[in-house]
Each structure stands twice: as structure tokens, then as C-alpha cells.
T-cell receptor, first 109, second 113 residues
Framework: QKEVEQDPGPLSVPEGAIVSLNCTYS??????FMWYRQYSRKGPELLMY????GNKEDGRFTAQVDKSSKYISLFIRDSQPSDSATYLC?????????FGKGTRLHILP | DAEITQSPRHKITETGRQVTLACHQT?????MFWYRQDLGHGLRLIHY???????NKGEVSDGYSVSRSNTEDLPLTLESAASSQTSVYFC????????????FGQGTRLTVV
């Protein structure tokens, strides 16, 4: 079993819709939970990170962590065509960052 | 502004040749990482370093080596390039104390023919 599981998609949604992206993990040692966004032919960039169970909001983005279920989510409100990218969940342990495979998201105008 | 740069951006090489990919960061970060990204596999860790003269193997280290002689640079060497090493390679750096944000380079697209 992979430490971090993420559905690769692609996921296509109309502009303005709420997007839900998810990951599951198996290792209880993970401490920080991160979401990266990667545009085509670019390096990933950090969107946001959380440390504990619960929600964290940043503008149109909300990260949610449920440690009891080993499940994390990223919600995007009022999605825009510029949100079209690959979203990677990531978690760290022992100073290493472990990434999910990424979900390709298309926002349709 | 601080940044992390990779070179070359694109490279084509022949099977069996030794290839070195450069990574240079001006963040003064102790932690540096090399990943490869392939369709269906996501980002996989090749090697990483926590400081000068420190190197460690990641999950897909066979056929690769790194050396860390200073804080700014972590070159990745493919000892004898194989077609299975055709991939996009990303270098990243992060702070030691809070390893929550890694800054990535733009990537090197390597093709082994």
C-alpha cells in the first residue's frame, strides 16, 4: 500500500463550481499536510499546509484534515479557469516530503 | 529575490553516457531534494541532503548519485543513463526546522535515447 493515495483524475468542473480534492494516507507519523499546485511545465508551488485535524482557510481555498480517518481534502470555492492545474497532496515525516500522484483539474469556462 | 534554478532545462543524451543535472538555490536552505516525475507515478524522491557533505537515498536512488560540497548546490549524476531514466527531474529546497514548504525549480526534461 502506498503511503499516500490520490486519484489522478482528470476532474472537469464548470467555472464557479466548488471543487473537492482528496487524499488518503496510511502512516500515522505524518505531521504536516500540504497541498501543492503545479501548472503545466512548471515546478510545484505550495498552496497551503495544516498541522492538526480541522480546517484552514485561505481565500477561496480550504484545507481539511481528519487524522482519525487518515483523510485530507482541499476545497476550492468559486472555481476559475486559472485554477486549472495539477494538485498534489503532500505530507512530511523525518524531514522528507512524500507526495501523492496529483489530480489533474480542468475548470471549464 | 531568492530562487532555485536548474540547468539544463532540456537534455537529450545517449544510453550509457554519464549525465549531471545542476541545481542551485539562493535561499540558504539546509535541505535539498531531487525528485523525478513520471505519468502515473507522481513525484518520487531520488536523493536528499540535510546539509553540506550529507546525502541520503530516496525511494528510487538506483543509478543516481549526488554530492553536497556547499549549501547552494546539489548536482544529480546519472552514472550510466538508461531509457528508464527518461523523465522530468525537479530539485527542491526547504528549511530544516519547519519542513513544510519546499521551493521547486522549473524542472529538467531529460530524454535518454
Amino acid at each position: 500500500q502506498k503511503e499516500v493515495e490520490q486519484d489522478p483524475g482528470p476532474l472537469s468542473v464548470p467555472e464557479g463550481a466548488i471543487v473537492s480534492l482528496n487524499c488518503t494516507y496510511s502512516n500515522s507519523a505524518f505531521q504536516y499536510f500540504m497541498w501543492y499546485r503545479q501548472y503545466s511545465r512548471k515546478g510545484p508551488e505550495l498552496l497551503m499546509y495544516t498541522y492538526s485535524s480541522g480546517n484552514k482557510e485561505d481565500g477561496r481555498f480550504t484545507a481539511q484534515v481528519d487524522k482519525s480517518s487518515k483523510y485530507i481534502s482541499l476545497f476550492i470555492r468559486d472555481s476559475q479557469p486559472s485554477d486549472s492545474a495539477t494538485y498534489l497532496c503532500a505530507m512530511n515525516r523525518d524531514d522528507k516530503i512524500i507526495f501523492g500522484k496529483g489530480t489533474r483539474l480542468h475548470i471549464l469556462p | 529575490d531568492a530562487e532555485i534554478t536548474q540547468s539544463p532545462r532540456h537534455k537529450i543524451t545517449e544510453t550509457g553516457r554519464q549525465v549531471t543535472l545542476a541545481c542551485h538555490q539562493t535561499w540558504n536552505h539546509n535541505n535539498m531534494f531531487w525528485y523525478r516525475q513520471d505519468l502515473g507515478h507522481g513525484l518520487r524522491l531520488i536523493h536528499y541532503s540535510y546539509g553540506v557533505h550529507d546525502t541520503n537515498k530516496g525511494e528510487v536512488s538506483d543509478g543516481y548519485s549526488v554530492s553536497r560540497s556547499n549549501t547552494e548546490d546539489l548536482p544529480l549524476t546519472l552514472e550510466s543513463a538508461a531509457s528508464s531514466q527518461t523523465s522530468v527531474y525537479f530539485c527542491a529546497s526547504s528549511e530544516r526546522e519547519e519542513n513544510t514548504e519546499a521551493f521547486f525549480g522549473q524542472g529538467t526534461r531529460l530524454t535518454v535515447v
